[in-house]
């Protein structure tokens, strides 16, 4: 079975977003310092730009929660297509955890949004089969990382680790009780280590 990957920024307090996310600000405060080694700061090294490969690398199928496909909350009462334009990067199914229904919805470059009403497991379960050898990807945000990791389905885990303090905000490792992943890499720049752990054995 290909391999399930997940590659998260996180602040050197644990958070993967800031307080006070909204609309305009959907990593919340300062939560966009966590990606400025990706976001073409001055300066980023070459090891950012190995890590943004391994971020973009291409996957089968993505998990991710609703907070991180959009803004929208409750029922599904405007039209919304995703943060990322009419060609979103994933070029791959995404399964989008909800609790609204929603037909699917089909984007530029091959992406296309389903929408699982019935839990974690359910859009995993879909994703693994829909990617076939090509691996699935846990997209975020914290929420759905949290279940992942709870489910002990990751299999290799990238953190991009910023040198910033939030405060609070969103955590992936809230009510995680097990990290069965071992260090194998480590990559340094002045925006972040980047260290990828691997399922143990």
């Known amino acids: 079975m290909a391999d399930t990957t997940c590659h998260m920024s996180i602040s050197l307090?644990?958070?993967?977003?800031?307080?006070?996310?909204?609309?305009?600000?959907?990593?919340?405060?300062?939560?966009?310092?966590?990606?400025?080694?990706?976001l073409g700061d001055e300066r980023a090294n070459e090891a950012d730009a190995t890590a943004a490969s391994l971020l973009m690398r291409p996957r089968g199928a993505y998990v991710m929660g609703r907070n991180m496909y959009g803004p929208i909350r409750?029922?599904?009462?405007e039209?919304?297509?995703?943060?990322?334009g009419p060609e979103p990067p994933?070029?791959?199914?995404v399964f989008v955890l909800t609790h609204h229904p929603h037909e699917?919805?089909?984007?530029?470059?091959?992406?296309?949004?389903?929408?699982?009403?019935?839990?974690?497991?359910?859009?995993?379960?879909?994703?693994l089969e829909t990617a076939g050898d090509n691996g699935v990807d846990i997209a975020g945000?914290?929420?759905?990382?949290?279940?992942?990791?709870?489910?002990?389905?990751i299999d290799e885990l990238w953190l991009d680790i910023a040198p910033v303090l939030?405060?609070?905000g969103e955590g992936i490792f809230t009510d995680v009780t097990e990290f069965d992943l071992e260090p194998f890499e480590v990559l340094h720049?002045?925006?972040?280590?980047h260290i990828g752990y691997r399922r143990a054995g």
């Open 13 to 38: 307090d644990g958070f993967v977003a800031g307080p006070d996310q909204a609309r305009d600000n959907p990593l919340g405060t300062r939560g966009r310092d966590l990606h400025l080694w990706h």
């Open 90 to 93: 994933y070029h791959a199914p």
């Open 104 to 127: 699917p919805i089909e984007m530029e470059g091959g992406t296309t949004f389903h929408f699982v009403t019935d839990g974690f497991d359910s859009a995993y379960a879909q994703a």
């Open 74 to 77: 409750g029922d599904w009462d």
């Open 189 to 193: 720049s002045p925006l972040a280590t």
């Open 79 to 84: 039209d919304w297509s995703g943060w990322w």
């Open 141 to 153: 945000g914290a929420s759905t990382v949290r279940q992942a990791l709870q489910a002990g389905v």
């Open 166 to 168: 939030l405060g609070s």
